[in-house]
């Protein structure tokens, strides 16, 4: 992966639905009684098989952190700022959607203001703890401010917030000019059958298309923790939507780009069609591990530094917890209101 920080112009004009351009992701198979993967989903598997399950199979809730929250709301100001006409796309107009993006976030999603609510610092909490945490994990000094905000200054809470949200649009800003780019698609699902029954699917960011039909796949980092620990899963997530690309429109993207938010740099990786083909076959092999673990019941823990970011280790053996009894019925792999939101990516929210 090489790191780059600037960015050619790509086929200013091009329609947005695409036109001469990549298929509407309308094409996408309908979802089969088969076993299905998201990369998110396949990540945690590889990652540990022991947290697949607990978020997968006893959809464990999970307490959002601050940083997806974030991202939630940078993610819905970037894919609204491309609505507005090219030469508005200023950083001035960014920072003026970022309020009524998070109103609109919260109409159509009421259970976000809780979320919001529920990162503030606890009353008793250490709050040198808060602040090494914040640290150890690179989040923004606004956004700590907005953590520390006393829980009952709720509007100096949500200014520091919403500003937290700014200074990661000037992140964007710093390595990408939106004026010169017409993406082809922006939060577009996407999804393929692989080997005649294992669905993969997910939901990119945004795709561009270059007037001689390349494609660019371009992914949203907006997390604050250390990418040193991340960008594995972060190429894996990308290279899962090249397949896909692939497989539904014959076309090897050209570039699959990390664009990161907080330290304003993008990571450009370029793939090939035998990457993509022995990564199918890694996908099918994952598919078919699930499986055996699923009818074993057997989903061992795999420790690793991303012990520190998950949520569940009080159930978790290495962490002298105990796994809650295996569910009788395994559930389909979708989000489960009754337990909260489903951690769907790992620097937002669903
Ligand atoms: S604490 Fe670590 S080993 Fe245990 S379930 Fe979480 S990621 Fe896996």
Not at 94 to 118: N, T
Not at 165 to 180: I, N
Not at 272 to 294: H, P
Request: glycine share 6%.
């Amino acid at each position: 992966m090489t790191a780059q920080t600037a960015l050619p112009p790509v086929s200013p004009g091009l329609p947005r639905d695409g036109g001469d351009g990549p298929a509407p992701a309308s094409e996408a198979p309908e979802r089969p009684a088969g076993p299905s993967l998201s990369p998110s989903r396949a990540a945690d598997f590889k990652t540990c098989p022991l947290l697949f399950r607990f978020r997968t199979i006893d959809k464990l809730p999970e307490q959002p952190s601050a940083d997806q929250v974030r991202g939630t709301l940078v993610h819905a100001v970037l894919e609204r700022l491309f609505d507005l006409p090219a030469a508005e796309r200023t950083p001035e107009a960014a920072a003026a959607l970022v309020a009524p993006s998070w109103a609109r976030l919260l109409e159509e999603g009421p259970a976000l203001a809780e979320i919001f609510a529920a990162t503030a610092v606890r009353p008793g909490r250490d709050p040198a703890a808060v602040a090494a945490e914040a640290e150890a994990t690179g989040q923004a000094r606004l956004f700590t401010a907005a953590q520390d905000a006393p829980a009952s200054d709720e509007a100096a809470r949500l200014a520091a917030f919403l500003a937290s949200a700014s200074s990661l649009l000037d992140g964007y800003f710093a390595v990408e000019d939106p004026r010169r780019l017409e993406p082809a698609e922006r939060e577009s699902l996407v999804s393929t059958l692989v080997d005649d029954e294992l669905l993969i699917r997910g939901y990119i960011d945004r795709l561009d298309v270059s007037a001689g039909g390349d494609l660019r796949v371009v992914d949203y980092k907006t997390g604050g923790a250390p990418r040193e620990a991340f960008e594995g899963r972060a190429l894996f997530q990308l290279k899962f939507y090249a397949l896909v690309l692939w497989r539904t429109r014959g076309v090897v993207p050209k570039v699959l780009r990390l664009l990161y938010l907080k330290d304003a740099e993008i990571c450009d990786y370029s793939p090939d069609a035998e990457e993509l083909e022995r990564f199918e076959r890694t996908l099918v092999a994952l598919s078919q591990a699930v499986e055996r673990a699923k009818r074993d019941q057997d989903f061992r823990p795999k420790p690793s530094r991303l012990c520190g970011w998950c949520n569940h280790q009080r159930f978790c053996p290495e962490f002298g917890g105990t796994p809650p009894p295996f569910p009788a019925a395994v559930p389909a792999d979708s989000p489960s209101p009754a337990n909260g939101p489903a951690p769907v990516d790992d620097d937002r929210l669903a």
